[in-house]
């Protein structure tokens, strides 16, 4: 079955510093999404890119979809302690139904 | 605002009970996903309904079972709780076209 990997895993940073995390799928995707989880709640969603290439903004986070459409990246300019949470990438499979297959998950930790 | 609600959000119970998750929309959501989450890890996927009376097994091998008889409401039961179902579950709904997913506020459960 499909499967969505992201890396790395967990990050530690200083406040201000940039953080990137990437998102790679074993299948094409018709679009990719990307959701935000606080400690402690659940998953909210934060932006979808449909075309091959297409980078969107928002605010300080940039958000890239591959050429490929396989793989994708979320990066986040001047971190801040609100930025911390859990960071999912999710994606639709293949086969009947199509259902949304999350990606491992980035937990992102911003110390002052 | 998401409309999407889970009952109990925190359950603490004996071995061997028996127990039912709630988990309800009213977005008129066709898919619906039941994730077991411990606290800023992966998501599982453990079940899976992509319209009323269609309900498929995750990639996590869950001992719960769910039902969809209506679309709104998407149950999931434990007919013998353990202390390894102990976990964070969370509900889910997304529109046909795989557009955004909307997740309920979970359910922490604690088996003793």
């Known amino acids: 079955g499909q499967q969505v990997m992201q890396i790395p895993q967990y990050q530690h940073v200083q406040e201000g510093e940039d953080f990137t995390t990437y998102c790679n799928s074993s299948t094409t995707l018709s679009n990719i999404q990307w959701y935000k989880q606080r400690p402690g709640g659940h998953p909210v969603f934060l932006i979808q890119l449909v075309k091959s290439g297409e980078v969107k903004k928002q605010k300080r986070l940039t958000f890239q979809f591959g050429e490929a459409k396989k793989n994708s990246s979320l990066h986040i300019t001047a971190t801040q302690t609100t930025d911390v949470g859990t960071y999912f990438c999710a994606g639709p499979g293949t086969g009947g139904g199509n259902k949304l297959t999350f990606g491992t998950g980035t937990q992102l930790k911003v110390e002052l | 605002e998401a409309d999407i609600y889970q009952t109990p959000r925190y359950l603490v119970i004996g071995t061997g009970k028996k127990i039912t998750l709630e988990c309800s929309q009213t977005m008129g959501h066709d898919k619906m996903y039941w994730y077991q989450q411990d606290p800023g890890m992966e998501l599982h996927l453990i079940h899976y309904s992509y319209g009323v009376n269609s309900t498929e097994k995750g990639d996590l091998s869950s001992e719960s079972t769910v039902s969809r008889i209506r679309t709104e409401h998407f149950p999931l039961t434990l007919e013998s709780a353990r202390p390894s179902h102990t976990s964070q579950y969370l509900c889910?709904?997304?529109?046909?076209?795989?557009?955004?997913?909307?997740f309920g506020q979970g359910t922490r459960l604690t088996v003793v």
């Open positions: 889910a709904s997304s529109g046909f076209q795989n557009t955004e997913a909307f």
